[in-house]
């Protein structure tokens, strides 16, 4: 009896030997699996620094040129937002900015979040991308929703003291005309909250480009951090070409966006530069990060997946709901049939450019 109870206790331990030797072998694997991945087969650290100077200068460059066509299109009647090349050219910068965050932000968020550098648990048990996307998502509707009140209700009252005062103003010379005559009245055509229908999508116009904006910003500088801190020039090569044409297009969007918005020059310029900026400042901090940030460390995946998980949300979310089916459903292109299949096609060339970039990038 004892002999059998030593015998299954030797098994026992052989067997926990053989099961802590594997975990541990997995273990190695792993942090060699990690190592292989942020060194790969091309590592050349003073070569990368040079492509990434060049990505920050040519980046910059076609980000201005993007976001400053639509703004400088008032020179140009044919690209006067009222007329049908704009609503065309915005419907292929919706399209690129769609693709942008279902083929290259989320991709990138699943990438990082189920990464063997991760522990099996949670990351690997539990879908956190598409769980923070659509939180990201409702919490971009929230936004939207409650931006638009609190503009409302600003603009009713700012409308109501200014009544006040014209009230004032006219009452008295109502009375003189109409002597003996009873009061006079005032109609008031402005719908309900004070706003009349070019106010209220004006105002509309704004909030879109202020989230828009907010998230391009969050995954620009996402994806510059992650650029800066690689030493593989390779991946960075073809990167720049795509982020080039990525940033032309997208800028093409957000100005559009800007210039429905009619801001004045001094919010006109803050928007922009903030667009043009975003990208080259992340290359550049992910530049000087480089000797402590190490694109493979568990903090790092984790911080940069959870970013664009809620940069993609929000991104497919602005994109369909106020970009595309905006314009789409609205009166102008439901009443023109082919400008509406022109509109169409632009949307699916932006699509399938910004789907074939993400071959490289």
Not at 127 to 148: E, R
Not at 270 to 294: D, E, H, Q, R, W
């Amino acid at each position: 009896m004892a002999s059998s109870k030593l015998h299954a206790l030797t098994v026992l331990i052989i067997l926990i030997s053989i099961a802590v030797n594997a975990a541990a072998v997995a273990v190695q694997d792993q942090s060699e699996q990690c190592g292989a991945k942020s060194k790969g087969a091309c590592h050349d650290k003073a070569q990368a620094l040079k492509l990434k100077l060049i990505a920050i200068a040519s980046i910059l460059v076609f980000s201005l040129i993007g976001v400053c066509l639509p703004l400088f299109s008032r020179s140009v009647p044919a690209l006067q937002p009222d007329k049908d090349l704009f609503s065309i050219v915005k419907a292929l910068a919706s399209g690129v900015i769609l693709a942008t965050g279902y083929m290259h932000v989320l991709p990138d968020s699943f990438e990082c979040l189920t990464s063997v550098c991760l522990p099996e648990k949670p990351w690997k048990k539990f879908p956190f991308t598409t769980f923070v996307a659509m939180l990201s998502a409702v919490l971009t509707l929230m936004v939207d929703s409650f931006s638009m009140s609190h503009y409302r209700k600003a603009f009713a009252a700012g409308t109501r003291s200014g009544d006040e005062e014209n009230d004032k103003n006219v009452t008295p010379q109502l009375e003189h005309v109409g002597h003996g005559h009873g009061h006079g009245h005032v109609q008031d055509t402005k719908n309900e909250g004070g706003l009349n229908g070019k106010d209220s999508q004006l105002l509309r116009y704004r909030v879109v480009a202020q989230v828009l904006e907010l998230g391009i910003v969050v995954h620009s500088v996402v994806i510059g951090l992650s650029m800066g801190a690689s030493d593989n020039p390779c991946t960075i090569r073809p990167l720049i070409a795509a982020l080039c044409f990525h940033q032309l297009f997208e800028g093409m969007g957000l100005g559009g966006c800007i210039l429905q918005a009619e801001y004045g020059l001094k919010i006109k310029s803050v928007m922009v530069f903030f667009f043009s900026v975003t990208t080259p400042f992340g290359i550049a901090l992910g530049i000087g990060l480089s000797n402590v940030y190490s694109e493979d460390s568990p903090t790092a995946l984790i911080v940069v997946g959870l970013l664009n998980a809620a940069s993609a949300g929000l991104l497919n979310y602005m994109a369909l709901v106020d970009l595309l089916a905006a314009d789409f459903m609205g009166p102008k292109l439901q009443a023109k049939p082919k400008l509406q299949m022109w509109s169409y096609l632009a949307v699916f060339l932006g699509l399938g450019g910004m789907s074939v970039m993400a071959l490289w990038a």
